[in-house]
């Protein structure tokens, strides 16, 4: 039941704002249309980060997407003939654990 949570929330958040950021971050940011050119900018993005609110949207938008992905490549693992046991559930909700304390120790060091 907990990662089937994981599992949802991330689909949830991917589908409601995955193409969004998307689109956001790799092209009207970048080619300055509809954003200004600077949004993506460096003292932008770290002041953004910093703030506590931006600290829970990135954690929540990296720990909740990155345990989607590994829900989703842990079942399609049947599909390429590769036995989906102990190891293999080890290795995928394993490394996706390490992306969600990654993603925390790396948001709190750069402080607030």
């Given at each position: 039941p907990v990662f089937w949570l994981l599992f949802g929330a991330g689909g949830l958040l991917s589908a409601?704002?995955?193409a969004a950021l998307v689109f956001i971050t790799g092209?009207?940011?970048?080619l300055g249309w509809p954003l200004p050119a600077d949004l993506l900018a460096y003292p932008r993005m770290l002041a953004f980060a910093q703030h506590?609110?931006?600290?829970?949207?990135?954690?929540g938008v990296v720990a909740l997407f990155a345990w989607h992905a590994v829900h989703r490549i842990f079942h399609s693992l049947h599909d390429l003939g590769i036995p989906a046991g102990m190891p293999a559930r080890i290795a995928c909700y394993g490394s996706a654990l390490v992306i969600t304390l990654v993603a925390a120790a790396s948001l709190l060091a750069i402080g607030f």
């Open positions: 409601l704002l995955g092209l009207a940011a970048t506590g609110l931006g600290k829970a949207f990135l954690f």
